[in-house]
């Protein structure tokens, strides 16, 4: 199955509800290698990230964060103030490793073997709190997803959440693992596994046309109704555009509509002809 269809549709382009995409960015890396992103992340954002805020945080949260910090440094948002920003995150299988070793140890070592820890860094919401405290965003903050369809809801609500409560934009942030990791009782995998994120910047279509702009149409036409990977939609904001091509990204939702990222190079720059702005 392919996730990215090229089609024209003149519904998507007439639609005045969707919402630009002001930035984006993804990080895909083996297992082992988040260790050395929970040290650091990426670049940071006006101040320092507390290493304390990652200690105990879910690996999806650290490959979440990384990709934020990627997608705001390729943007030239470093600078930004996001303090009425929102954060949405949407995690796939969150806390598979971590629970593998916490059960583990309370059956060895029993209540005195747990750290409070535990709960607050695995549950649902943990990884769009943390991302707020990151980037010091006072706006709303939650998690949904944490599911196969994980991709889907991140999206919708994203695009439900535009302008609420005033709030200039919001960070959507889909991590997940490409295969799946088998934990160990030491909080390793035992397989090959690769944790990846894709954070995108959403922001009213009003403030200003950008090159990706996120919308929901009719699903007719596409080739599959099943739900969009987190592979498919990372690899598309990878993909080097063509001069003067409109690219397509469509991920069905189950039960009727689709959503659709597309990229115009007539309304902007590919980060990466951005980044040789920036730096000229």
């Known amino acids: 199955m392919n996730d990215t269809v090229l089609i024209e549709s003149e519904a998507a382009a007439n639609d005045s509800t969707g919402c ?4 984006h960015g993804f990080v895909r890396v083996p297992f082992e290698e988040i260790a050395a992103l929970r040290k650091n992340p990426g670049p940071t954002l006006g101040t320092k990230i507390a290493p304390s805020l990652l200690k105990h945080a879910d690996p999806q949260t650290v490959l979440g964060l990384a990709a934020l910090l990627r997608a705001a440094d390729d943007f030239g948002l470093r600078d930004r103030s996001f303090a009425d920003w929102g954060v949405i995150a949407s995690p796939r299988f ?14 060895r070592l029993g209540v005195s073997g747990m750290s409070p820890m535990v709960i607050p860094t695995i549950s649902l919401h943990a990884p769009a709190g943390s991302l707020s405290l990151a980037i010091k965003a006072h706006g709303f903050n ?27 934009g919001v960070w959507v942030i889909v991590t997940g693992f490409d ?48 739900y969009p990977s ?26 009727g509509g689709a959503f659709e990222i597309e990229d115009d190079p007539a309304c902007g720059m590919s980060s990466k002809d951005l980044r040789t702005a920036l730096a000229g």
């Open 94 to 107: 969150l806390g598979r490793v971590a629970a593998a070793m916490v059960i583990e140890r309370f059956q």
């Open 230 to 255: 987190l592979t498919s939609l990372r690899e598309f904001l990878a993909e080097t555009p063509n001069a003067g091509k409109v690219r397509r990204w469509f991920g069905a939702m189950p039960g």
């Open 179 to 226: 295969p799946e990791p088998v934990p160990d009782v030491l909080g390793n995998s035992t397989t090959p596994a690769f944790g990846q994120a894709v954070a995108l910047a959403l922001v009213p279509s009003a403030a200003g046309r950008t090159r990706l702009n996120l919308r929901m149409v009719p699903a007719s036409g596409l080739e599959s109704e099943e």
């Open 142 to 168: 939650y998690g949904v997803g944490g599911g196969p369809g994980h991709v889907t809801e991140a999206l919708l609500a994203g695009l439900a959440s535009r302008g609420d409560g005033g709030s200039p």
């Open 20 to 23: 630009a995409v002001e930035a």
